[in-house]
């Protein structure tokens, strides 16, 4: 009869931290992020045993997400909050790219602004006015940006000619453009603005953000458009008090990062 083999008398290895979220980051570099060393000093904590994620040994490689938790000589680690994004609100005057860089030497409204990495939410094109919004989280710009979020916008209009009652309900309704068909989720005269000839005030909004959309849905309808402002970007609104060319610091950047 063969001889069985002694059982090891070393434990099995201790579980390490458990399947990683795409938002986990490496030990060395997460606690290096916390202010407790170097990555080099670290890793030096990790090899020796001093740091554990979940109460288990942690090893080299490892990684931890938001809702591990690490300890290092037994003391838990006081995670550091993530930075919130910072929000500019911008009010962007007619004659101002919205582009870093103009091959023609024109202003743009990145000349307006403080230094810093800010991306632009969406577009205003040159002869439009009003709210931009720049943020210096890629990531939120594209959430405020992606159709999926149906995100609302909305515009003081100046257009040739008054909209017909049969007119306003098309607007509404939708009208094929060459890019398929669009629609406003509002539309209203704005009696408080006063008409200039035969030029209308109208008050809309929509809920992306093509090309040049607003100016391409009343000229469908033959009514030029001579001036566009967007006063809104979801809840957002233009201060009043902001003249054209200024900024301002979105204090509360959180209500955008909820929608």
């Known amino acids: 009869m063969s001889e069985k083999s002694p059982r090891s008398r070393n434990p099995p290895p201790a579980p390490t931290a458990k399947p990683q979220a795409p938002s986990s980051l490496r030990l060395q570099k ?27 040994v942690a090893r080299l490689g490892d990684r931890a997400g938001p809702g591990d938790s690490i300890a290092v000589d037994g003391k838990p680690v006081a995670r550091p909050k993530p930075a919130q994004p910072r929000v500019l609100l911008y009010h962007k005057p ?12 024109r202003r743009t409204v990145f000349d307006s602004l403080p230094s810093g990495r800010w991306v632009a939410v969406g577009r205003l094109d040159l002869n439009s006015s009003g709210l931009l919004l720049l943020t210096d989280s890629g990531e939120l710009a594209n959430r405020l940006m992606h159709p999926r979020y149906e995100i609302e916008r909305q515009y003081e209009v100046r257009v040739h000619g008054e909209l017909r009652a049969g007119e306003l309900e098309k607007l509404r309704a939708g009208v094929d ?83």
């Open 94 to 105: 007619v004659g101002e790219l919205v582009t870093r860089n103009d091959p023609g030497g």
């Open 177 to 259: 453009l060459e890019d398929g068909p669009g629609g406003f989720t509002a539309i209203e005269a704005m009696t408080e603005r006063k008409a200039t000839g035969t030029n209308r005030w109208y008050r809309v909004a929509l809920r992306e953000g093509r090309n040049r959309e607003v100016r391409r849905l009343f000229e469908a309808l033959g009514h030029a458009v001579s001036r566009l402002v967007r006063v809104r970007y979801g809840p957002v609104a233009l201060p009043a008090d902001l003249a054209p060319g200024r900024w301002r610091e979105l204090e509360n950047p959180a209500i955008l990062q909820r929608l």
């Open 30 to 56: 997460l606690l290096a992020a916390a202010g407790l060393g170097s990555r080099r000093e670290i890793e030096g904590w990790i090899a020796a045993g001093r740091v554990s994620v979940n109460g288990h």
